[in-house]
């Protein structure tokens, strides 16, 4: 008996459904409410920096060696990483300013504050 394929909005659901539970335990882990698309940003950016980074020691390397086609191929993948750290930092930059402040922090600030009771003297 063939098995039943599922459908593509079902596909879809479980796909949602399970980053929707990915996203819940990563800020449950951390600690922190960042959503998923500036998550993603900070991590391709620390990533474009640690490769821009990893390649300058390979070029050093190739340089060292005096294979000139791999000291271009890394500066060249260098080049290409920081300007991928650049635009992370760009669209990141861009949402965090776009982003409201959190609803917790505002229902903190709308906390009256307690007030001293003098008639207790």
Known sequence: MPTKQPTSSSAESRRGSQSSRRT???RRA???NE???QYALI???YHALQGAETCGFYVEDAR???DQELTAFFE???EEQAERADRAKQLLAARLEATPPDADDEEE???PEEEE???DE
């Open 24 to 26: 819940e335990v990563r």
């Open 30 to 32: 951390s600690g922190t």
């Open 35 to 37: 959503s998923d698309e």
């Open 43 to 45: 991590s391709v950016l």
């Open 64 to 66: 060292r060696a005096g």
């Open 76 to 78: 060249e993948t260098r």
């Open 109 to 111: 600030d709308d906390e």
């Open 117 to 119: 009771d003098d008639d």
